[in-house]
């Protein structure tokens, strides 16, 4: 259903503040609280909004958007961060790459890169290697298929990698905030805090959109990341990330 404008500066103000108390919105918006309430209930049959005692918030996301979505969202800021992250990485090492859009993104940019040793569980990154043809070597682990995003999965997953002591390890989460970092699957947050301390370093890739959100499990703290590579940084999180390498996807920060 459309929204009309004044839904649609309830939902600006929402994006601004997180969550609002009836009466707030009624004095911004110079209307009753009985014409915010009736704006709130088109708002909430949408799904966009969740209401509470005397107030309201935006609606959070319980489950990450499916792969081949993830893959067109963002795709500028990705191939940006794709590009510092590339030339970040140093000549010959091994990097362990998630199964995130945005290591795909990356994941293009090495292939013309030269040889390196590759570790993933995501088939889509393997596929990228195989399709261009590269000397790159290429290690897949044991596990379970998980066919909606080409993911390797299990226990043994895990244990086999554990083996490895890559020079990077690569990932991104689905959200970060001050606290830190989110992600909603469970063998993701498992498989993300099991291979940290098996890296020498941590290369957390993230789009601005996904700051400010919520996730389901806690991660890691920012001290867990040794290298940060963003289109945009809030001051919040920049704030909390002084003891690695800050990378813009502009070309500033420290490299």
């Known amino acids: 259903m459309a929204t009309t404008a004044r839904q649609n500066q ?34 909430s049959a949408d799904g966009l909004v969740e ?3 005397g107030g309201v918030r935006l609606s959070l996301p319980r ?8 893959l067109r969202e963002a795709t500028d800021a ?23 859009s945005t290591a795909c993104f990356l994941a293009r940019e090495l292939v013309h890169r030269e040889p390196m040793t590759v ?5 889509e990154i393997a596929q990228i290697f195989a399709a261009a043809a590269t000397r790159h070597r290429v290690i897949l682990p044991a596990g379970e298929l998980r066919a909606e995003d080409r993911t390797i999965t299990g226990n043994s997953t ?19 905030s001050d606290r830190g970092c989110q992600d909603f699957d469970l063998f993701e947050a498992e498989f993300k805090r099991a291979m940290m301390p098996r890296a020498d370093q941590t290369m957390l890739l993230m789009d601005s959109s996904k700051f400010g959100k919520s996730g389901l499990i806690h991660v890691c703290d920012w001290s867990r990341v ?21 990378l813009l996807a502009d070309g500033s920060g420290e490299g």
């Open 10 to 43: 309830i939902l600006s103000l929402l994006k601004v503040r997180g969550k609002a108390a009836i009466s707030e919105l009624a004095e911004h918006l110079e209307v009753s609280d009985e014409t915010v309430r009736r704006d709130l209930k088109g708002l």
């Open 51 to 53: 209401k509470f005692h």
């Open 63 to 70: 489950t990450e958007p499916p792969f081949e979505r993830r």
């Open 78 to 100: 990705k191939r940006l961060i794709a590009a510092r992250a590339a030339a970040f990485i140093r000549e010959g090492a091994t990097v362990l790459l998630d199964n995130s």
């Open 119 to 123: 570790l993933t569980i995501s088939l």
């Open 158 to 176: 895990i244990e086999f990698l554990s083996d490895f002591t890559p020079s990077y390890f690569v990932m991104s989460v689905v959200a970060g």
């Open 226 to 246: 040794d290298v940060l590579v963003a289109d945009a940084v809030p001051l919040e999180v920049a704030a909390n990330f002084e003891h690695g390498h800050l």
